[in-house]
């Protein structure tokens, strides 16, 4: 087969996609060994936001969560952001590395298993068209494709953002969920999402801001559950 064939002259695996040192071709997600070791993969998060759970929590949710009107049933992330997961986040989406997009998906797909989670379309995180124009691409859209190529569900980009809205790291939750406000909206009204289960996609998850202003519109045009999947996130500070 022709995939074969491209997979033996550009293959995947060659070099772990940290280190940069040479690993076997079936090493997993691309990683060498001591690369994949020091990844913090969660695997005991918040059932609701899915921020990692120490010993200090007592139950399933986290005291953020206790009080938070999240709209979402639930949200998965599967790595503790750090330095090396921001290396690897920064060269796919700045970087022009878009084959991370693969090993990623890889990641999110073990996650979505390992925990059960079913649905029936997946939705990309959309960047305004100014933000995409300048980069390029859309990096949640690229881990989305490849996650649809392993799971076999359809991709449904179908949500626009109008607003072209300042980078929202540095903001706090309520900062974020002003700057958020009518931003999103949907690029169509068939009835292709009535009462359908939603996977929203993308690669950090800080607040959840960003997730729940999409999940609102989702829900409103007819959708029964949202989940959410990013690669990472941090330890719960809000």
Known sequence: MISDFID?????????????????KNNSYSLCKDCFNKLNFINNGCLNCGKPLTDFYKNDICSNCETNEYVFTRALSCVEYDDNIHKLIYSLKYGAKTYLAY???????DKLEYEGVKFDYIIPVPLHKNRLRKRGYNQSLLICKQLSKINKKEV?????????TQFLSKLTKKERIKKLQNVFTLATNDNKIYKKDLLIVDDIFTTGT???EISKKLLNSGANKIYAITFATGKNIY
């Open 8 to 24: 033996y002259i550009y293959p995947r695996n060659i070099k772990c996609i940290l280190c940069k040192n040479p690993i076997s």
């Open 103 to 109: 090993n990623i998906a890889e990641i999110m797909n």
């Open 156 to 164: 449904l980009d179908i949500v626009i953002r109008n607003k072209n």
């Open 210 to 212: 960003t997730v729940n």
